[in-house]
């Protein structure tokens, strides 16, 4: 299952990765995108607890450091919204 996390500035990418990254169980993975431009980080992980995963990120990124000082949303790849 690949997870997003939208609306995060490029200049901060690197510290929301290794924030996520550092989850341990279920483990995340940072899917390369290619893109210096887009603002979304995608997260790869064996899971199948869509909605828990989602909360997990989420959770995670707001009580870190560089969560206090931006704001993103994070939803499921390729759900339509």
């Known amino acids: 299952m690949k997870i997003n996390v939208e609306g995060v500035m490029p200049t901060l990418q690197k510290n929301v990765i290794e924030v996520v990254e550092g989850i341990e169980n ?11 431009v ?3 980080i995608v997260f790869e992980t064996e899971s199948e ?28 790849n390729g759900k339509l919204y």
Request: a positive charge; glycine letters at 8%; aromatic letters at 10%.
């Open 38 to 40: 887009k603002t979304t």
């Open 26 to 36: 279920p483990k995340f993975t940072y899917v390369p995108n290619g893109s210096f």
């Open 49 to 76: 607890d869509e909605q828990g995963c989602c909360d997990l990120i989420k959770k995670t990124i707001k009580s870190s450091e560089i969560g206090r000082t931006i704001s993103f949303r994070v939803i499921k």
